[in-house]
């Protein structure tokens, strides 16, 4: 069970001393005498970490304990009773760090805390500390502060990494922080110690995953960049990103471009101050600490400082190397262990161009140099076997060094010579010589660009001019360093580290949460003993990435004080450096390249670490549990012993000494059985620890057991993938010779095997980390149950991509290719096979391939031992369940497919022919078939020979040479009830035909009936369970193409079905390019519907959007036609019936002109208005059959007004024709604007001319008549009033637009007006408001809302009353906000034939009567539907009754009574949401009709209201009692003068403009009144006591208020008032106050000129 700090009490939950056990031992000694020391703890050990003699314990809780040799507090202590870092409580420390002799500990929080030696600034400049300090002796706080950004902000750091000399912090950015001294930094600096952390510039950019420090030497393991950068990058945006100079050295045609005047082959930055150096600087010797207060012996100084000769002469030689020589001897004498060899080491090559004159002078005089170090340090203790070979003292290196010797020797490698020995330690001292420094390289570049002078190039910069030799040169190194990369910033997302978590943090995951295995190794620093991995002993200043550990897939590196590991997802280790003591646990060379490590068959490694001279790795073996592999030193020295005497005098011996006795491949300690399950290893210095965990009810071995069965999975699809599939899949890339369906399925196996493998990489290495850190991690973390969508998919499409290339039959193609391809390896890839089966080898790859399958049993068992340590009740046993179940049925799943595969291969070796070939399919299994005539047709022939085949896909019938092919997807199986006859037949439905088949026995119709509803459940997305029979699947959704007559042909179908008929939406494609997608039903267009059809005339399609009934267009839509013109309305049938808008051509067509109407059968029939653009002609009235036929009104562009009867679709008849100057003309009309009979003329000037006229209106007129002209003050006649009175033949305004009523009718499920169920009106209602959020998916949030309120059927039975009737008037107004409800769109197309009608041509003041007829009908019609809808209204004018009165509410008074009385009408009713959408046009007639007088009106406005204030009351007769005396201006009284302009009753003035921003009569009789009681309240002031208007005071003061409101087309105002004002409100208050006003506008008229 797992192990947490805090659990429920009735959980279970193991105690702390079960987890983190820590076992310590030292390295030294036979393995069989190792015995560790068990620490005991209070709280389990989370992490350990190592230094040369002290190590660090962080505990449960946060809790940091030392031990070892602390010189920096002079202490002691043992390891048993470790002391706790009392200054870190309470800062939750998360990770430990231990370097040579410095600590570290970073909290949850990010921040890191150091402490220990200072002398080379490896603490920093901490916070409590100043950079003189040698030693920090207890944590103090260090700040990793990134100067980059504004303002400079701080770094979390997520890990930590300590060498001896250097400290690396990685952040959560994924970048890199060094401070401390020397090379192994990374950092771009001449400067040392570097007392801040500063980011190491040629890793920014790049994606750290984790960081490891040796002695003086850098490891970091980064994330690959994808390969498109590679291609697509310019080399100085590679280096840019981090990528290795050496990809470009290696990989491409061009060196990169280096500026030699800054660096040198090695990559050391020649700044000013190092090339005017012309000897190096001394610094004073580093002292030690001793315990006693003492210091130790200073170090011997530099011998390139000391020996000022062999200095001098080394730079003289160096002067007169030539360009590109590299120092190289032909014959080294000795190994680097100073034994002799006659042979060069590996890796070292010979330059047979010396270019010294004297070589074996060089050879002496490096010789000379090395004795001379040896004989200053042969008489010290043989101290550690810490090894560095570069390492001549603690002056010479670049760590203690600031200026001088920033470099290693370079080429002291390449000249190994016999070192002298100590006889009395019996150990080889080795050869140590002197490093070259910063001068040597200075002098050594300047020699190179004196040859380089020579030749033809003048710049050193531009490398593609360069002479050869120095080509070659640079060529030759493997990686040289180049100058730190730009500062970039890149975000990355990182998890903070987890307590627990050990020495290899777990790397950054991916997107889909599981680790990455593209990554690199990068390392720099020292490279004396090969560390680096770079196949030389040369130093680097920079990261650098090491090439042969690229697409390694390494997921962990360690590295010891001069070796390097790093561990591959695949459980193989690498290592190189230094072997001195078989700790790299190979004896293979070169050691400066990574190589593996010798491992016995069955070991699989998953942690690994390294000390001093030692490596510790943790591995799976043949049992659950972990062991432990060593290899290293073996028998402790003698010299140890002095060590241990007085164990804090560190010897300055640097070099190592090689061991007596080391193995030479990682032997088992034995002691690791009897420990536990062991979780992390650790090393430093000569110790090694391992964390182990006690196995509690068997959570830790199931854990252990998932972890140790996925690695080994994966390293055998690793092994079948570089033995089998890749050499295969080269072959037939190169030589195909499978056939064209199988290479193409081969390919697809060999690329689904390839995504499988990754991802179970991956998972082994997630599993890696888990085992590292099951103390924090919870198990419902796992991944098999986070991303168990990811492994379910990925099985899936492997297991078909295997089965598609079996039943194609590819196995036995593929056998002969890899006896072809493979006949060395047969006997490798048998220990492959792990099938049983005895038979062909064919078999052996079908077993071999559909191994990986057996691992999805292997998850669902551990996943179901690992619930069993939990309580049923909780959510791990729940996750943990649901996981076991997904894995054991997909398990169980893919074996049915793989049972499938096989009988489906058998089926067409079997049934092999020309026929059953076209059949075969990658995809297709066979279910079940009727060779054995089990299955036939019904009333088949005798001789017939009929045959179905069922495949998991479709059903297919073979009739001798023919068959037909049903898809699964549109089959319907039935069974057929049995009768007298006994036949077992079952029915087969198909969208085009049906059939019934018999089979022979009950058994075999029970069979296939199961076998095609379970196929068909399957192809349709079931889990092929199948359903009861008949009942499966009758409503599905598929894709089909019709074959057969008939008007679907050759048409593709997607979308819904019912039974074998096309039916639900779905989308119909032909051939021709005819598409129809929206509603089927019964097999036929039924609902909306949007259909394309193609005019191969006009080369454009028809396009239609609305509704269909029974495949033909029928309803309402919107018809967009080849030719141009737009037809939107109803249609029956397929035709345009109903009302319908027709519009033809456009305003720059010769003929454009628009109808709006009713139709009849594709014609024109009804009340109908015909714009003629083209013409100016609008025509309003009757059709008949596409012609003008009965009572209509023609008005013209020219003012011309024209009304009467027409047949033939022309004028025929009595008629009235007005002109614009009001000539009129009454009439017998032949033909347009021609008259022929008898006819009145009447004159503007009220001359009459009446008698016979012929002619035409235009042209001129034949008159034979008499003239009259009327006498002065004669009363009109009636004869002439009847001749100019106009409406007398036009359509009556109750009979136009019918047809609009009667589709909105229509909509409400009405057959006729009236007629019709009110329930079933409201449902019509409610599902087209619903349907229409469903199909509008992009409906603003305020239409969505409005029909949310419609969806809702009101209270519509009840009688309606006072309290109820405001709701009804509510639901009005959002039903007539949307067209989507059928009186929206009733209000919406009313508004559209009134436009149509009135605007444009039609703004005629004639048509003011028809106009206001028009909205009075309007009303009337309107009034019925909403009475239809909400019977309990009244008749129009009818009252509505009070609600039932309580008791209480009986004491009313008479005056309340009458008030609460309410009179319903339809204008005050429908009025407010009609008239504001018809205002603009009805008000432009209303002003066209009162021109005249407006005009006059106006004028007198303008004259009169220039008089001042008091001028115009005194003129129009107000009483100085009512005149205002003081004026507010700004909240400031203003006495009014004489001069004063429209300073008097302003409100009033103010309210009464407010008339024209209204719409109704009932609001402009609302500001009408509100003038009137502004007016009173000013006037209430001026008087004392009660105060009753009377007209003759109150008429001069109206107006006065009219004459300053300055209302332009008061006139139109007051005509649409008393027009269309309720007829309720005419004789009460309103009624007086608007009479009122009118009388104001009467008496402005007839005010005089002068």
Same mark, same amino acid.
Request: proline share 6%; charged share 20%.
């Given at each position: 069970?797992?192990?947490?700090?805090?659990?429920?009490?009735?959980?279970?939950?193991?105690?702390?001393?079960?987890?983190?056990?820590?076992?310590?031992?030292?390295?030294?000694?036979?393995?069989?005498?190792?015995?560790?020391?068990?620490?005991?703890?209070?709280?389990?050990?989370?992490?350990?970490?190592?230094?040369?003699?002290?190590?660090?314990?962080?505990?449960?809780?946060?809790?940091?304990?030392?031990?070892?040799?602390?010189?920096?507090?002079?202490?002691?202590?043992?390891?048993?009773?470790?002391?706790?870092?009392?200054?870190?409580?309470?800062?939750?420390?998360?990770?430990?760090?231990?370097?040579?002799?410095?600590?570290?500990?970073?909290?949850?929080?990010?921040?890191?805390?150091?402490?220990?030696?200072?002398?080379?600034?490896?603490?920093?400049?901490?916070?409590?500390?100043?950079?003189?300090?040698?030693?920090?002796?207890?944590?103090?706080?260090?700040?990793?502060?990134?100067?980059?950004?504004?303002?400079?902000?701080?770094?979390?750091?997520?890990?930590?990494?300590?060498?001896?000399?250097?400290?690396?912090?990685?952040?959560?950015?994924?970048?890199?922080?060094?401070?401390?001294?020397?090379?192994?930094?990374?950092?771009?600096?001449?400067?040392?110690?570097?007392?801040?952390?500063?980011?190491?510039?040629?890793?920014?950019?790049?994606?750290?995953?984790?960081?490891?420090?040796?002695?003086?030497?850098?490891?970091?393991?980064?994330?690959?960049?994808?390969?498109?950068?590679?291609?697509?990058?310019?080399?100085?945006?590679?280096?840019?990103?981090?990528?290795?100079?050496?990809?470009?050295?290696?990989?491409?045609?061009?060196?990169?471009?280096?500026?030699?005047?800054?660096?040198?082959?090695?990559?050391?930055?020649?700044?000013?101050?190092?090339?005017?150096?012309?000897?190096?600087?001394?610094?004073?010797?580093?002292?030690?600490?001793?315990?006693?207060?003492?210091?130790?012996?200073?170090?011997?100084?530099?011998?390139?400082?000391?020996?000022?000769?062999?200095?001098?002469?080394?730079?003289?030689?160096?002067?007169?190397?030539?360009?590109?020589?590299?120092?190289?001897?032909?014959?080294?004498?000795?190994?680097?262990?100073?034994?002799?060899?006659?042979?060069?080491?590996?890796?070292?090559?010979?330059?047979?161009?010396?270019?010294?004159?004297?070589?074996?002078?060089?050879?002496?005089?490096?010789?000379?140099?090395?004795?001379?170090?040896?004989?200053?340090?042969?008489?010290?203790?043989?101290?550690?076997?810490?090894?560095?070979?570069?390492?001549?003292?603690?002056?010479?290196?670049? =760590?203690?060094?600031?200026?001088?010797?920033?470099?290693?020797?370079?080429?002291?490698?390449?000249?190994?010579?016999?070192?002298?020995?100590?006889?009395?330690?019996?150990?080889?001292?080795?050869?140590?010589?002197?490093?070259?420094?910063?001068?040597?390289?200075?002098?050594?570049?300047?020699?190179?660009?004196?040859?380089?002078?020579?030749?033809?190039?003048?710049?050193?910069?531009?490398?593609?001019?360069?002479?050869?030799?120095?080509?070659?040169?640079?060529?030759?190194?493997?990686?040289?360093?180049?100058?730190?990369?730009?500062?970039?910033?890149?975000?990355?997302?990182?998890?903070?580290?987890?307590?627990?978590?050990?020495?290899?943090?777990?790397?950054?995951?991916?997107?889909?949460?599981?680790?990455?295995?593209?990554?690199?190794?990068?390392?720099?620093?020292?490279?004396?003993?090969?560390?680096?991995?770079?196949?030389?002993?040369?130093?680097?200043?920079?990261?650098?990435?090491?090439?042969?550990?690229?697409?390694?897939?390494?997921?962990?590196?360690?590295?010891?004080?001069?070796?390097?590991?790093?561990?591959?997802?695949?459980?193989?280790?690498?290592?190189?450096?230094?072997?001195?003591?078989?700790?790299?646990?190979?004896?293979?060379?070169?050691?400066?390249?990574?190589?593996?490590?010798?491992?016995?068959?069955?070991?699989?490694?998953?942690?690994?670490?390294?000390?001093?001279?030692?490596?510790?790795?943790?591995?799976?073996?043949?049992?659950?549990?972990?062991?432990?592999?060593?290899?290293?030193?073996?028998?402790?020295?003698?010299?140890?012993?002095?060590?241990?005497?007085?164990?804090?005098?560190?010897?300055?011996?640097?070099?190592?000494?090689?061991?007596?006795?080391?193995?030479?491949?990682?032997?088992?300690?034995?002691?690791?059985?009897?420990?536990?399950?062991?979780?992390?290893?650790?090393?430093?210095?000569?110790?090694?620890?391992?964390?182990?965990?006690?196995?509690?009810?068997?959570?830790?071995?199931?854990?252990?057991?998932?972890?140790?069965?996925?690695?080994?999975?994966?390293?055998?699809?690793?092994?079948?993938?570089?033995?089998?599939?890749?050499?295969?899949?080269?072959?037939?890339?190169?030589?195909?010779?499978?056939?064209?369906?199988?290479?193409?399925?081969?390919?697809?196996?060999?690329?689904?095997?390839?995504?499988?493998?990754?991802?179970?990489?991956?998972?082994?290495?997630?599993?890696?980390?888990?085992?590292?850190?099951?103390?924090?991690?919870?198990?419902?973390?796992?991944?098999?149950?986070?991303?168990?969508?990811?492994?379910?998919?990925?099985?899936?499409?492997?297991?078909?991509?295997?089965?598609?290339?079996?039943?194609?039959?590819?196995?036995?193609?593929?056998?002969?290719?890899?006896?072809?391809?493979?006949?060395?390896?047969?006997?490798?890839?048998?220990?492959?096979?792990? =099938?049983?089966?005895?038979?062909?080898?064919?078999?052996?790859?079908?077993?071999?391939?559909?191994?990986?399958?057996?691992?999805?049993?292997?998850?669902?068992?551990?996943?179901?031992?690992?619930?069993?340590?939990?309580?049923?009740?909780?959510?791990?046993?729940?996750?943990?369940?649901?996981?076991?179940?997904?894995?054991?049925?997909?398990?169980?799943?893919?074996?049915?497919?793989?049972?499938?595969?096989?009988?489906?291969?058998?089926?067409?070796?079997?049934?092999?022919?020309?026929?059953?070939?076209?059949?075969?399919?990658?995809?297709?299994?066979?279910?079940?078939?009727?060779?054995?005539?089990?299955?036939?047709?019904?009333?088949?022939?005798?001789?017939?020979?009929?045959?179905?085949?069922?495949?998991?896909?479709?059903?297919?019938?073979?009739?001798?040479?023919?068959?037909?092919?049903?898809?699964?997807?549109?089959?319907?199986?039935?069974?057929?009830?049995?009768?007298?006859?006994?036949?077992?037949?079952?029915?087969?439905?198909?969208?085009?035909?049906?059939?019934?088949?018999?089979?022979?026995?009950?058994?075999?119709?029970?069979?296939?009936?199961?076998?095609?509803?379970?196929?068909?459940?399957?192809?349709?997305?079931?889990?092929?369970?199948? =359903?009861?029979?008949?009942?499966?699947?009758?409503?599905?959704?598929?894709?089909?193409?019709?074959?057969?007559?008939?008007?679907?042909?050759?048409?593709?179908?997607?979308?819904?079905?019912?039974?074998?008929?096309?039916?639900?939406?779905?989308?119909?494609?032909?051939?021709?390019?005819?598409?129809?997608?929206?509603?089927?039903?019964?097999?036929?267009?039924?609902?909306?519907?949007?259909?394309?059809?193609?005019?191969?005339?006009?080369?454009?399609?028809?396009?239609?959007?609305?509704?269909?009934?029974?495949?033909?267009?029928?309803?309402?839509?919107?018809?967009?036609?080849?030719?141009?013109?737009?037809?939107?309305?109803?249609?029956?049938?397929?035709?345009?019936?109903?009302?319908?808008?027709?519009?033809?051509?456009?305003?720059?067509?010769?003929?454009?002109?628009?109808?709006?109407?009713?139709?009849?059968?594709?014609?024109?029939?009804?009340?109908?208005?015909?714009?003629?653009?083209?013409?100016?002609?609008?025509?309003?009235?009757?059709?008949?059959?596409?012609?003008?036929?009965?009572?209509?009104?023609?008005?013209?562009?020219?003012?011309?007004?024209?009304?009467?009867?027409?047949?033939?679709?022309?004028?025929?008849?009595?008629?009235?024709?007005?002109?614009?100057?009001?000539?009129?003309?009454?009439?017998?009309?032949?033909?347009?604007?021609?008259?022929?009979?008898?006819?009145?003329?009447?004159?503007?000037?009220?001359?009459?001319?009446?008698?016979?006229?012929?002619?035409?209106?235009?042209?001129?007129?034949?008159?034979?008549?008499?003239?009259?002209?009327?006498?002065?003050?004669?009363?009109?006649?009636?004869?002439?009033?009847?001749?100019?009175?106009?409406?007398?033949?036009?359509?009556?305004?109750?009979?136009?637009?019918?047809?609009?009523?009667?589709?909105?009718?229509?909509?409400?499920?009405?057959?006729?007006?009236?007629?019709?169920?009110?329930?079933?009106?409201?449902?019509?209602?409610?599902?087209?408001?619903?349907?229409?959020?469903?199909?509008?998916?992009?409906?603003?949030?305020?239409?969505?809302?409005?029909?949310?309120?419609?969806?809702?059927?009101?209270?519509?039975?009840?009688?309606?009353?006072?309290?109820?009737?405001?709701?009804?008037?509510?639901?009005?107004?959002?039903?007539?906000?949307?067209?989507?409800?059928?009186?929206?769109?009733?209000?919406?197309?009313?508004?559209?034939?009134?436009?149509?009608?009135?605007?444009?041509?039609?703004?005629?003041?004639?048509?003011?009567?028809?106009?206001?007829?028009?909205?009075?009908?309007?009303?009337?019609?309107?009034?019925?539907?909403?009475?239809?809808?909400?019977?309990?209204?009244?008749?129009?004018?009818?009252?509505?009754?009070?609600?039932?009165?309580?008791?209480?509410?009986?004491?009313?008074?008479?005056?309340?009574?009458?008030?609460?009385?309410?009179?319903? =009408?339809?204008?005050?009713?429908?009025?407010?949401?009609?008239?504001?959408?018809?205002?603009?046009?009805?008000?432009?007639?209303?002003?066209?009709?009162?021109?005249?007088?407006?005009?006059?009106?106006?004028?007198?406005?303008?004259?009169?209201?220039?008089?001042?204030?008091?001028?115009?009351?005194?003129?129009?007769?107000?009483?100085?009692?009512?005149?205002?005396?003081?004026?507010?201006?700004?909240?400031?009284?203003?006495?009014?003068?004489?001069?004063?302009?429209?300073?008097?009753?302003?409100?009033?003035?103010?309210?009464?403009?407010?008339?024209?921003?209204?719409?109704?009569?009932?609001?402009?009789?609302?500001?009408?009144?509100?003038?009137?009681?502004?007016?009173?309240?000013?006037?209430?002031?001026?008087?004392?006591?009660?105060?009753?208007?009377?007209?003759?005071?109150?008429?001069?003061?109206?107006?006065?208020?009219?004459?300053?409101?300055?209302?332009?087309?008061?006139?139109?105002?007051?005509?649409?008032?008393?027009?269309?004002?309720?007829?309720?409100?005419?004789?009460?208050?309103?009624?007086?106050?608007?009479?009122?006003?009118?009388?104001?506008?009467?008496?402005?008229?007839?005010?005089?000129?002068?």
């Amino acid at each position: 069970m797992e192990c947490r700090e805090e659990r429920p009490a009735d959980e279970q939950a193991p105690t702390p001393l079960e987890r983190g056990l820590l076992h310590i031992w030292q390295s030294v000694g036979s393995c069989a005498q190792v015995c560790p020391e068990r620490v005991f703890l209070s709280r389990p050990v989370l992490q350990t970490a190592l230094g040369e003699h002290h190590g660090l314990l962080l505990t449960q809780g946060g809790l940091v304990y030392s031990f070892g040799e602390l010189l920096w507090r002079d202490l002691s202590v043992p390891v048993s009773d470790p002391v706790l870092e009392a200054s870190l409580l309470g800062r939750m420390v998360v990770r430990v760090a231990a370097g040579g002799f410095h600590c570290g500990a970073l909290s949850e929080q990010g921040n890191v805390y150091v402490w220990g030696e200072n002398t080379a600034g490896q603490c920093g400049l901490t916070e409590r500390g100043i950079a003189a300090n040698i030693t920090v002796s207890e944590p103090c706080p260090l700040t990793v502060v990134d100067s980059d950004v504004v303002p400079p902000a701080a770094v979390r750091v997520v890990n930590l990494a300590f060498g001896r000399e250097h400290s690396l912090a990685l952040s959560a950015q994924n970048e890199l922080w060094a401070w401390g001294s020397g090379c192994q930094l990374g950092l771009v600096t001449n400067t040392f110690p570097v007392w801040r952390p500063q980011k190491v510039e040629h890793l920014s950019g790049r994606h750290v995953i984790q960081v490891a420090c040796g002695a003086y030497h850098s490891l970091a393991l980064v994330r690959s960049l994808p390969p498109q950068n590679y291609n697509t990058q310019k080399p100085s945006e590679k280096r840019e990103r981090g990528q290795s100079p050496h990809y470009t050295v290696t990989e491409k045609e061009e060196p990169f471009v280096v500026d030699g005047g800054h660096y040198c082959p090695l990559g050391v930055e020649l700044t000013e101050v190092m090339t005017s150096e012309t000897s190096p600087r001394r610094r004073g010797p580093r002292r030690r600490l001793q315990p006693g207060g003492r210091s130790a012996g200073s170090s011997p100084a530099s011998v390139a400082s000391e020996d000022g000769k062999s200095n001098t002469k080394q730079y003289s030689i160096m002067k007169n190397l030539p360009a590109g020589t590299k120092l190289e001897p032909d014959d080294p004498l000795t190994q680097t262990d100073g034994s002799p060899k006659s042979q060069p080491l590996p890796g070292c090559r010979s330059n047979k161009k010396s270019a010294f004159p004297d070589e074996m002078e060089l050879q002496s005089l490096l010789q000379k140099l090395s004795c001379h170090s040896l004989e200053m340090h042969h008489t010290s203790g043989p101290g550690d076997t810490d090894s560095l070979s570069s390492y001549t003292s603690d002056d010479s290196c670049v =760590s203690s060094t600031p200026s001088t010797d920033l470099l290693t020797s370079s080429y002291k490698e390449d000249f190994p010579i016999k070192s002298q020995s100590n006889n009395n330690s019996g150990l080889a001292v080795p050869y140590s010589s002197s490093p070259v420094c910063l001068e040597d390289v200075r002098l050594c570049l300047e020699a190179e660009e004196q040859a380089l002078k020579g030749k033809k190039s003048s710049s050193l910069t531009n490398i593609n001019q360069r002479g050869n030799t120095a080509a070659n040169r640079r060529r030759s190194l493997p990686g040289t360093p180049t100058r730190g990369s730009p500062r970039r910033r890149r975000p990355c997302a990182c998890k903070p580290s987890s307590a627990g978590r050990t020495q290899a943090a777990a790397p950054e995951e991916a997107d889909d949460g599981l680790p990455s295995l593209d990554t690199e190794v990068w390392s720099w620093g020292r490279g004396s003993e090969g560390q680096l991995g770079h196949g030389d002993q040369l130093a680097r200043l920079q990261p650098l990435c090491i090439k042969p550990l690229t697409g390694e897939e390494v997921i962990q590196v360690a590295a010891g004080s001069h070796h390097s590991l790093a561990l591959t997802a695949h459980c193989q280790v690498y290592s190189w450096g230094s072997n001195m003591c078989g700790q790299l646990g190979h004896v293979n060379s070169p050691v400066t390249v990574p190589q593996q490590t010798k491992l016995s068959d069955g070991l699989r490694v998953w942690d690994v670490s390294a000390g001093q001279s030692h490596s510790l790795l943790l591995a799976d073996g043949d049992c659950v549990q972990p062991v432990l592999l060593y290899c290293g030193q073996r028998q402790e020295p003698m010299s140890a012993q002095s060590e241990r005497s007085n164990p804090n005098q560190r010897s300055c011996q640097r070099s190592p000494n090689r061991a007596e006795s080391y193995t030479v491949r990682p032997t088992l300690l034995p002691f690791c059985m009897e420990m536990g399950y062991a979780s992390s290893v650790c090393s430093g210095g000569q110790n090694c620890t391992v964390l182990v965990d006690q196995n509690v009810m068997g959570f830790i071995s199931a854990i252990h057991e998932m972890a140790s069965r996925e690695r080994q999975f994966y390293c055998w699809l690793n092994s079948v993938r570089k033995l089998l599939l890749t050499p295969l899949r080269n072959r037939e890339s190169s030589c195909p010779s499978l056939g064209e369906p199988c290479t193409h399925l081969f390919f697809s196996l060999c690329e689904s095997f390839v995504r499988l493998s990754t991802l179970i990489g991956r998972h082994s290495t997630s599993l890696t980390y888990f085992q590292h850190d099951v103390q924090g991690r919870d198990v419902t973390s796992l991944p098999l149950l986070m991303q168990t969508e990811h492994f379910l998919d990925s099985y899936k499409e492997y297991c078909s991509s295997v089965g598609n290339f079996q039943v194609m039959g590819g196995f036995q193609s593929l056998r002969k290719l890899s006896l072809e391809c493979l006949d060395s390896q047969q006997t490798v890839l048998a220990q492959l096979c792990v =099938s049983d089966q005895s038979v062909g080898g064919d078999a052996d790859l079908v077993s071999l391939l559909y191994r990986p399958l057996q691992q999805l049993h292997q998850y669902s068992r551990v996943l179901l031992k690992l619930a069993a340590c939990y309580d049923v009740l909780t959510a791990e046993y729940q996750s943990l369940h649901q996981g076991f179940s997904q894995y054991e049925s997909l398990s169980l799943s893919l074996l049915r497919r793989k049972k499938e595969a096989e009988t489906t291969l058998l089926f067409w070796k079997t049934h092999s022919g020309k026929t059953t070939e076209v059949l075969r399919l990658p995809q297709r299994r066979v279910v079940c078939e009727s060779s054995n005539r089990s299955l036939t047709l019904q009333n088949a022939g005798r001789f017939s020979n009929h045959w179905f085949m069922l495949f998991n896909d479709v059903l297919v019938h073979t009739q001798f040479s023919t068959h037909h092919v049903y898809p699964l997807t549109c089959l319907w199986v039935k069974p057929v009830t049995e009768d007298s006859s006994s036949l077992y037949a079952i029915k087969i439905t198909c969208p085009e035909e049906s059939f019934t088949v018999v089979a022979s026995t009950p058994q075999e119709k029970n069979k296939w009936l199961r076998s095609i509803n379970q196929a068909v459940d399957q192809v349709l997305g079931g889990g092929g369970q199948g =359903s009861s029979p008949g009942v499966m699947g009758m409503s599905r959704t598929a894709s089909y193409t019709f074959t057969g007559e008939g008007r679907f042909k050759d048409a593709k179908y997607t979308g819904g079905w019912l039974a074998g008929r096309v039916h639900g939406r779905g989308t119909m494609k032909w051939p021709d390019g005819q598409m129809y997608s929206g509603n089927f039903k019964n097999g036929l267009e039924d609902g909306y519907g949007e259909c394309i059809i193609p005019n191969k005339t006009l080369n454009k399609p028809d396009i239609y959007q609305g509704h269909w009934r029974e495949g033909k267009i029928h309803g309402f839509g919107k018809y967009k036609y080849a030719s141009g013109e737009v037809y939107e309305g109803c249609f029956s049938d397929g035709q345009r019936h109903g009302y319908g808008m027709l519009s033809s051509g456009k305003m720059a067509k010769k003929s454009s002109s628009v109808f709006i109407g009713h139709w009849v059968h594709d014609k024109k029939t009804g009340y109908g208005v015909y714009d003629d653009i083209t013409r100016g002609e609008k025509y309003m009235g009757v059709w008949l059959d596409e012609q003008r036929h009965g009572s209509a009104v023609v008005v013209t562009q020219h003012g011309v007004y024209y009304e009467g009867t027409f047949r033939d679709n022309k004028m025929s008849g009595p008629g009235l024709l007005v002109s614009d100057d009001d000539t009129a003309l009454h009439g017998e009309f032949s033909d347009d604007w021609t008259v022929n009979g008898k006819g009145v003329l009447s004159l503007a000037n009220g001359d009459c001319l009446e008698g016979q006229f012929s002619g035409e209106w235009t042209a001129g007129l034949k008159v034979v008549g008499t003239y009259t002209k009327p006498v002065v003050d004669e009363p009109e006649s009636k004869d002439r009033s009847s001749v100019l009175r106009l409406g007398q033949y036009v359509v009556p305004a109750g009979q136009r637009w019918v047809c609009v009523f009667d589709e909105c009718w229509s909509r409400l499920g009405c057959d006729a007006p009236g007629r019709g169920e009110r329930a079933a009106a409201w449902e019509n209602i409610a599902v087209t408001i619903t349907t229409a959020r469903r199909h509008s998916p992009d409906l603003s949030k305020s239409q969505t809302k409005v029909l949310e309120c419609l969806e809702f059927i009101p209270q519509h039975g009840e009688p309606v009353t006072t309290a109820n009737y405001d709701n009804i008037r509510r639901y009005l107004i959002k039903a007539c906000e949307t067209p989507l409800h059928p009186l929206g769109w009733l209000v919406e197309t009313l508004v559209t034939v009134y436009r149509m009608t009135y605007v444009g041509v039609g703004s005629n003041c004639r048509l003011l009567r028809q106009a206001v007829q028009e909205v009075q009908a309007y009303l009337t019609h309107f009034y019925c539907i909403v009475r239809f809808l909400f019977p309990g209204l009244p008749d129009d004018g009818g009252i509505i009754p009070d609600p039932p009165a309580s008791p209480a509410g009986r004491h009313n008074s008479d005056t309340a009574e009458q008030a609460s009385v309410m009179v319903v =009408s339809c204008s005050s009713l429908l009025l407010p949401l009609l008239l504001p959408r018809l205002y603009p046009p009805l008000f432009t007639l209303y002003c066209l009709q009162e021109e005249r007088e407006e005009a006059q009106y106006w004028e007198r406005i303008l004259r009169i209201n220039k008089q001042p204030d008091q001028s115009l009351l005194n003129f129009l007769g107000v009483q100085e009692k009512f005149w205002p005396v003081w004026m507010s201006i700004l909240g400031e009284r203003k006495q009014i003068v004489s001069t004063s302009k429209d300073a008097c009753f302003v409100s009033a003035v103010e309210t009464l403009q407010q008339i024209s921003t209204t719409f109704t009569p009932s609001d402009k009789l609302l500001v009408i009144q509100k003038t009137f009681e502004e007016l009173t309240q000013e006037v209430k002031p001026l008087l004392h006591g009660d105060f009753l208007w009377c007209m003759d005071d109150l008429l001069p003061l109206f107006l006065y208020v009219v004459f300053r409101a300055r209302i332009r087309n008061l006139g139109a105002e007051v005509n649409l008032i008393e027009d269309l004002m309720d007829p309720n409100v005419q004789h009460g208050e309103l009624g007086m106050m608007f009479t009122t006003l009118k009388a104001c506008y009467i008496q402005i008229q007839r005010e005089p000129t002068t």
